[in-house]
C-alpha cells in the first residue's frame, strides 16, 4: 500500500518498525531515520527477512532542510515521528514543504521550557489544512489510546462525560536500583513538573506529586499513584462533551522516587546549562547519558502494565460509570519485538494511527487530537495489534 519514513531510533522507534513489518500489506516500505545511524541499522538488522522493504537514513531532526531533502528522496506517504518531543515543529515544517502526513506521541516542547502545552502544534492548524496534508498528534498510549477510549465511551456508552480519571500503573521490575522506562530526560521533566488538573474549565495546579493515592489495578494490585499534569487533559477538555474534571494518575515506587528526590536535591534533574571544565552541559542531559539506556531495559524487565481510563457520566438520564484498560506483559513484549511495555504501548498506537492516515479513515486536512476522530477502527485494530482492551461497568472509583 504505501511507504512510512519512521524518525528516531529508541525504544518507541523500535516497535513501530516491527510493527510496520508485521503489517507489511500497509507499510510496505519503511525508512528508519535517526541522528545516529548505527542504531537505524542495528534495528534494520532486526527486521531482516519480512516482506516489508528497510532502508534507514542519517538525519539532524532539528534541521528542517535536512528533512526535506530526506523526505525528497524517500517519498513517503506519512513521516512517523518518534524521535523527542523538541523535533516536532522542524518535522511538522518539513511535512508541509513536501505534502506528507505527519504522526507523533508527544507535544512539542521548547528545550529550555518544561512546559507540555498543545499550543505551538495547534498554531499549524490552519497551514495544514491548506496544504491538505494530516497531522495527527500525540497516537501513542498516554496521550493516545487513552483519548481513543474516552471517544470510544463518548460514542459508544455516555450521553454526557463528567469525570475521567487516566490511571497509568506500570508493575514491571527491571532489577536497577533506578533507571527510567523511556527517554530519561522527558521522563524526568515530566515528574518533577508542578501537578495539575481540570476541574469546571480551569487548570488546578499542584506541588510535583502532591497528590498521592491508592488504586487496586486489575492484574497488578494496589499501587500507589500520583496525580501528575499530562498532555492529554488540555485535549480531552475540550474535545469531550459535558467535562467537569479530567485527571492523571502515575504510579511511581517509594525506590523510584528516593532516588529522584536526592538527584533533584543536588542539582542533576536542572535543565538549566552550568559550565563544567569550559563547557556548558545539562545536568538532566548528562544524568541521561549515565543512566540505563531504556532500549537495553527490555531484557530485563518483568511484570505488567495497566493503563486506562475511569469514566463517570450520564444516559439516557442514568448516571453511569465505566473502565476501559489494557494490560500489558514487559516479557511478552520482549519475546515478540524486543522491546519492554513501555515502548511497546507508545509504539503499537504510533503505528496504528499512521495506519488508519494511509488508508484513509483518519485523514482529513487539519491537525487533529486523537479523540476527534472515530475511535471504533482503532479500538478494533488495538485488539488485532496486540494491545487488547478490557472493560469494567461496576470498577472501584480513585476517590
Ligand atoms: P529514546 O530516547 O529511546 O529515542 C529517541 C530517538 O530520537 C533516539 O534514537 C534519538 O537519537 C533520536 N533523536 C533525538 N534527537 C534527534 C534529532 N535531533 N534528530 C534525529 N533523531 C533524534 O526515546 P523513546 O523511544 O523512549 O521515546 C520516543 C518518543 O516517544 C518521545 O517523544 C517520547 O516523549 C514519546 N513517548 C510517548 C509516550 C506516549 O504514550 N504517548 C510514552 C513514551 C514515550 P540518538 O539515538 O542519536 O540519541
Given at each position: 500500500?504505501?511507504?512510512?519514513?519512521?524518525?528516531?531510533?529508541?525504544?518507541?522507534?523500535?516497535?513501530v518498525?516491527?510493527?510496520?513489518?508485521?503489517?507489511?500489506?500497509?507499510?510496505?516500505?519503511?525508512?528508519?531515520?535517526?541522528?545516529?545511524?548505527?542504531?537505524?541499522?542495528a534495528?534494520?538488522?532486526?527486521?531482516?527477512?519480512?516482506?516489508?522493504k528497510?532502508?534507514?537514513?542519517?538525519?539532524?531532526?532539528?534541521?528542517?532542510?535536512?528533512?526535506?531533502?530526506l523526505?525528497?528522496?524517500?517519498?513517503?506517504?506519512?513521516?512517523?515521528?518518534?524521535?523527542?518531543?523538541?523535533?516536532?515543529?522542524?518535522?511538522?515544517?518539513?511535512?508541509?514543504?513536501?505534502?506528507?502526513?505527519?504522526?507523533?506521541?508527544?507535544?512539542?516542547?521548547?528545550?529550555?521550557?518544561?512546559k507540555?502545552?498543545?499550543?505551538?502544534?495547534?498554531?499549524?492548524r490552519?497551514?495544514?489544512?491548506?496544504?491538505?496534508?494530516?497531522a495527527?498528534?500525540?497516537?501513542?498510549?498516554?496521550p493516545?489510546?487513552?483519548?481513543?477510549?474516552?471517544?470510544?465511551?463518548?460514542?459508544?456508552?455516555?450521553?454526557?462525560?463528567?469525570?475521567?480519571?487516566?490511571?497509568d500503573?506500570?508493575?514491571?521490575?527491571?532489577?536497577?536500583?533506578?533507571?527510567?522506562n523511556?527517554?530519561?530526560?522527558?521522563?524526568?521533566r515530566?515528574?518533577?513538573?508542578?501537578?495539575?488538573?481540570?476541574?469546571n474549565g480551569?487548570?488546578?495546579?499542584?506541588?510535583?506529586?502532591?497528590i498521592?493515592?491508592?488504586?487496586?489495578?486489575?492484574?497488578?494490585?494496589?499501587?500507589?499513584m500520583?496525580?501528575?499534569?499530562?498532555?492529554?487533559?488540555?485535549?480531552?477538555?475540550?474535545?469531550?462533551?459535558?467535562?467537569?474534571?479530567?485527571?492523571?494518575?502515575?504510579?511511581?515506587?517509594?525506590?523510584?522516587?528516593?532516588?529522584?528526590?536526592?538527584?533533584?536535591?543536588?542539582?542533576?534533574?536542572?535543565?538549566?546549562?552550568?559550565?563544567?571544565?569550559?563547557?556548558?552541559?545539562?545536568?538532566?542531559?548528562?544524568?541521561?547519558?549515565?543512566?540505563?539506556?531504556?532500549?537495553?531495559?527490555?531484557p530485563?524487565?518483568?511484570?505488567?502494565?495497566?493503563?486506562?481510563?475511569?469514566?463517570?457520566?450520564?444516559?439516557d438520564?442514568?448516571?453511569?460509570?465505566?473502565?476501559?484498560?489494557?494490560?500489558?506483559?514487559?516479557e511478552?513484549?520482549?519475546?515478540?519485538?524486543?522491546?519492554?511495555?513501555?515502548?511497546?504501548?507508545?509504539?503499537?498506537p504510533?503505528?496504528?494511527?499512521?495506519?488508519?492516515?494511509?488508508t484513509?479513515?483518519?485523514?482529513?486536512?487539519?491537525?487533529?487530537?486523537?479523540?476527534?476522530?472515530?475511535?471504533?477502527?482503532?479500538?478494533?485494530?488495538?485488539?488485532?495489534?496486540?494491545?487488547?482492551?478490557?472493560?469494567?461497568?461496576?470498577?472501584?472509583?480513585?476517590d
Amino acid at each position: 500500500m504505501g511507504k512510512a519514513l519512521i524518525i528516531g531510533a529508541g525504544g518507541v522507534a523500535g516497535v513501530v518498525a516491527h510493527k510496520c513489518c508485521q503489517n507489511h500489506e500497509v507499510f510496505e516500505e519503511i525508512c528508519i531515520a535517526s541522528r545516529t545511524q548505527s542504531k537505524c541499522d542495528a534495528l534494520k538488522a532486526q527486521l531482516e527477512g519480512g516482506k516489508t522493504k528497510v532502508q534507514t537514513a542519517q538525519v539532524d531532526a532539528d534541521n528542517t532542510e535536512m528533512l526535506i531533502a530526506l523526505i525528497k528522496s524517500f517519498k513517503p506517504d506519512i513521516v512517523i515521528n518518534v524521535a523527542l518531543p523538541y523535533q516536532d515543529l522542524t518535522i511538522m515544517d518539513a511535512c508541509l514543504a513536501t505534502g506528507v502526513d505527519y504522526v507523533d506521541t508527544a507535544n512539542y516542547e521548547p528545550l529550555d521550557t518544561a512546559k507540555f502545552e498543545y499550543k505551538w502544534q495547534w498554531d499549524y492548524r490552519e497551514k495544514f489544512e491548506k496544504a491538505g496534508i494530516t497531522a495527527l498528534l500525540g497516537s501513542g498510549f498516554d496521550p493516545g489510546v487513552t483519548g481513543v477510549f474516552s471517544a470510544y465511551a463518548m460514542k459508544h456508552y455516555f450521553d454526557e462525560i463528567h469525570y475521567i480519571d487516566i490511571l497509568d500503573a506500570n508493575a514491571g521490575d527491571h532489577g536497577y536500583p533506578f533507571a527510567t522506562n523511556f527517554n530519561p530526560e522527558i521522563n524526568i521533566r515530566e515528574i518533577t513538573a508542578k501537578g495539575s488538573y481540570i476541574e469546571n474549565g480551569q487548570w488546578i495546579e499542584t506541588e510535583p506529586l502532591e497528590i498521592k493515592k491508592v488504586y487496586d489495578f486489575p492484574e497488578i494490585g494496589e499501587k500507589e499513584m500520583y496525580l501528575l499534569h499530562h498532555e492529554e487533559l488540555e485535549s480531552l477538555a475540550l474535545n469531550i462533551k459535558g467535562i467537569k474534571r479530567i485527571r492523571f494518575f502515575m504510579t511511581f515506587s517509594e525506590k523510584y522516587l528516593t532516588h529522584l528526590r536526592v538527584l533533584e536535591n543536588v542539582g542533576m534533574t536542572s535543565i538549566e546549562p552550568i559550565e563544567y571544565e569550559g563547557k556548558q552541559i545539562v545536568p538532566l542531559q548528562f544524568l541521561k547519558a549515565v543512566l540505563p539506556d531504556p532500549a537495553s531495559l527490555g531484557p530485563r524487565t518483568k511484570g505488567k502494565t495497566n493503563i486506562g481510563c475511569i469514566i463517570q457520566g450520564v444516559k439516557d438520564g442514568q448516571p453511569k460509570t465505566y473502565y476501559v484498560y489494557n494490560v500489558c506483559d514487559h516479557e511478552a513484549c520482549y519475546k515478540e519485538v524486543g522491546s519492554q511495555a513501555i515502548s511497546y504501548t507508545t509504539g503499537v498506537p504510533a503505528m496504528i494511527g499512521a495506519m488508519l492516515v494511509m488508508t484513509g479513515k483518519w485523514k482529513k486536512p487539519g491537525v487533529f487530537n486523537v479523540e476527534e476522530f472515530d475511535p471504533d477502527p482503532f479500538m478494533e485494530a488495538l485488539n488485532k495489534w496486540g494491545l487488547p482492551w478490557q472493560e469494567n461497568f461496576n470498577p472501584t472509583l480513585v476517590d
